[in-house]
């Protein structure tokens, strides 16, 4: 069908008007990927929180009048206290662990590799594309009753018997997840190690600071954005991670992210399953803001 | 001064090298006990054997998973790609107001973890009388794997010379014909990165692809629920060894050609996970 004269000047008006707002422009551009990732995300995300106000009354049944309850259960709980305290803390260390072994090594490639700098990156980073199952697998196979390390001392006689201690408890998770997240924590500190201006380097050993305070003074408060980066790139994704505790956790070492897979699957809860979810990611949201926050101003202060 | 310099170099070195070491052995028990001729996992090693892959290669659910694998991940790729280019070249072309936010909210699903992301999922799909198969899975891959391809493509494209295209919409070629002509071509090496790249994210992934997929396992739920079985661990061990090395080769792909004729191959475009 033939446009009329008409239509045709109301489709060029229209892409007149569009074309003279880039922003616009722009927006129409970035539409599709906008409305995938909010139709599978915030959707999802919103009808949970509208979820986590109901009371389950049957099979996919609920009553929707409102309630708090899921919260104040949530939040009163033994059970959910301890998890949620266990996976902070699990986290925590996890956290610390990864970026404190990765540092030296960032600190390394940044200063002291001074060809095929490339090389050493691809080397660390390629373990983070592999299976995350599989490098939490291998910690099983390594940590277990009959694995690497118990039939390894056996054979050499170090041991008369398997250590039964070596897995299946919170240990366990913090080894296996540290070891899972390393290579996250090396590159945003790499990256800010790297973007340090030298010349303050030479700076400072002119004016007669030693390497050591200088380290301190200069390169320390410089790398902080990396640092922080890498903390926050570890601890959230961990605290609700769910592989690491199912297979090498045991009961003692169950994190939040059981709990709430119970919930949705076989204790067939789901309001509740929504609010300790909900709850979760706002305490961990407060916590990583209120670190962030009050690092950047702890180094605000010193410079 | 010069003497504690070298020092200091020698330490660091060393310990780089234990922490590759530390990153790497771990991983290496799996292929190890995969040729070990037993069904137990452990030391000392009884003798060299293939039977694993061989009864691993005789397997028809391994197949099926195979098959459902490469399904969701191809899709994933795809769709995760196209979004990607999108978004890239719209954040990195035009000044959208309110920018920052929205990229913020696009890159968010690298950080909420994945098991609240999954259960929201799951609970609209099955609310809405949605059914679970490959295709939730892929709905969730695609929703983990944007970010990366947005990441890998940005940064494509903010390393090649807008005046190309400046040019060539001088010279009096039409939009369209400008991306296929100009833009295309320059970022073709981004656009194969982040298909590789993507791909090996959802191939790998299991969250999603265990709580939406139902009956329909892909490999790494297929190997979860072997899991349980003694009996087949050295089975898993061998297929997880075939797909450690398959993702190894994969990302190695992509990082060539992420890195292919870009002169800014500087710490900048490195990708954060």
């Known amino acids: 069908m033939p446009l009329d004269s008409a239509q045709t000047r109301t489709l060029s008006q229209a892409r007149g008007f569009i074309g003279r707002r880039p922003g616009l422009r722009g927006y129409l551009l970035l539409s599709p990927t906008l409305m995938i990732v909010g139709t599978l995300m915030l959707i999802p995300v919103l009808g949970m929180a509208v979820m986590s106000f109901w009371q389950q009354t049957g099979h996919m049944a609920f009553d929707m009048s409102g309630t708090l309850n899921n919260y104040a259960e949530a939040f009163t709980r033994d059970m959910y206290r301890v998890l949620f305290l266990r996976s902070l803390s699990i986290s925590g260390l996890t956290t610390l662990a990864t970026v404190v072994m990765a540092f030296p090594l960032a600190f390394f490639i940044a200063f002291y590799v001074k060809r095929h700098k490339m090389v050493w990156i691809i080397l660390v980073t390629l373990p983070f594309w592999t299976s995350y199952l599989l490098r939490v697998f291998s910690w099983k196979v390594i940590l277990g009753y009959n694995g690497a390390v118990n039939s390894g001392l056996m054979s050499l006689g170090m041991i008369s018997e398997p250590l039964d201690f070596l897995m299946y408890n919170p240990t366990a998770v913090v080894i296996t997840l540290t070891h899972a997240w390393a290579t996250v924590a090396i590159l945003p500190i790499y990256v800010s190690l790297e973007k340090i201006d030298r010349s303050l380097l030479e700076a400072a050993t002119d004016l007669g600071d030693s390497p050591f305070v200088r380290f301190f003074r200069i390169i320390l408060p410089l790398a902080l954005p990396g640092i922080l980066a890498a903390c926050v790139l570890i601890f959230i994704p961990t605290v609700g991670d769910y592989v690491t505790p199912s297979l090498v956790g045991g009961s003692d070492g169950y994190m939040i992210a059981n709990v709430i897979q119970f919930q949705f699957g076989r204790g067939s809860n789901w309001p509740s399953g929504a609010a300790i979810s909900l709850t979760s990611m706002t305490i961990v949201a407060i916590l990583v803001g209120a670190f962030v926050w009050s690092a950047r101003r702890l180094s605000g202060r010193r410079g | ?273």
């Open chain 2, 1 to 273: 001064m010069k003497q504690g310099t070298r020092l200091a170099a020698r330490i660091l070195g060393a310990y780089a090298v234990i922490y590759v070491a530390y990153l790497y052995v771990p991983v290496l028990f799996l292929p190890l006990f995969s040729f070990n001729d037993s069904i137990y996992i452990s030391f000392p090693l009884r003798g060299w054997t293939f039977k694993w892959y061989e009864s691993m290669l005789a397997n028809d659910a391994l197949h099926r998973a195979l098959v459902n694998s490469l399904k969701v991940g191809l899709t994933t790729a795809f769709i995760s790609t196209v979004l990607g280019i999108l978004g890239a070249k719209a954040v990195t072309r035009y000044r959208l107001p309110g920018q920052k936010p929205v990229v913020a909210m696009i890159m968010l699903p690298l950080v909420v973890p994945e098991i609240i992301l999954a259960m929201a999922l799951l609970m609209v799909i099955l609310r809405a009388g949605g059914s679970l198969g490959l295709v939730s899975i892929a709905a969730g891959h695609i929703l983990l794997c944007v970010p990366f391809a947005m990441v890998v493509l940005m940064s494509r494209f903010e390393g090649f010379d807008r005046s190309l295209e400046e040019a060539s919409h001088d010279l009096g070629e039409n939009g369209w014909w400008t991306f296929w002509r100009v833009t295309f071509p320059n970022v073709l090496p981004g656009i194969v990165a982040s298909l590789l790249l993507t791909f090996t994210i959802s191939f790998d992934e299991f969250i999603m692809a265990f709580f939406l997929g139902s009956t329909e396992p892909t490999l790494p739920v297929f190997m979860w629920n072997q899991l349980r079985f003694p009996k087949l661990l050295p089975g898993v061990l061998a297929l997880g060894a075939c797909i450690l090395i398959a993702s190894v080769l994969v990302v190695l792909a992509a990082e060539w050609f992420r890195r292919r004729n870009t002169s800014d191959s500087q710490s900048g475009d490195v990708i954060i996970g």
